[in-house]
């Protein structure tokens, strides 16, 4: 009786699984956010090549991480450093802040801080601070960025930088649902 109730239910799932109208990547076709488009950077491409690229397109940056970076300053200028990136807006922001931290094995000191609101103005102070830091940029395939368009046309801005040589992949920015059954 029990494995008999236990195919029953199994069955009821697939059937009513089977009843959604979600296109095949699993989500809502019109349920991403609006003006934004999720972007993947080439490992080639540097950090300030990709705000030259994405300047060029006369777009802004909402958010970009996985940008990491390192430095010759030893681990005792770490504070130093954090409290130097802290005192950036775009660093220290929606209850973010540096990210800097020594590998336990190298010894090396990394700088993989979050960035929001990437203007023009602020691009050009990051790099600086970078410089200042001898900070030195590691290219690595995990770096992304959000990428703001103008509401409406988010799939037109897709495709163009789908198409692009320092992009790696291109999404929408969809929204998640934790309970696969909602």
Known sequence: MPARFLLFIMIF?????GCRKDNPSGNNEEDFVKGQVLVGID?????ERTFNYINALSLSISQASGFTFTTTLGKDHIP???EQ????PYINHQGFSASVWE??????VYNTSFLWN???????DYLSTLNN???????TPYRSVSIMVPEGMEKLWLNKLKNEKWVSWAELNYHSK????E
């Not at 490992?43 to 950090?47: D, E, I, N, P, R």
């Not at 830091?133 to 290219?139: A, D, G, N, V």
């Open 118 to 124: 990437m203007t023009r103005q602020n691009q050009v």
């Open 178 to 181: 934790i309970a696969p059954w």
């Open 85 to 88: 990136l802290n005192s950036k």
């Open 103 to 108: 590998h336990y094995q190298s010894g090396i």
């Open 133 to 139: 830091l001898k900070m030195k940029e590691k290219l």
């Open 13 to 17: 799932s697939f059937v009513i699984g």
């Open 80 to 82: 130093s450093i954090i």
């Open 43 to 47: 490992s080639t491409v540097s950090l």
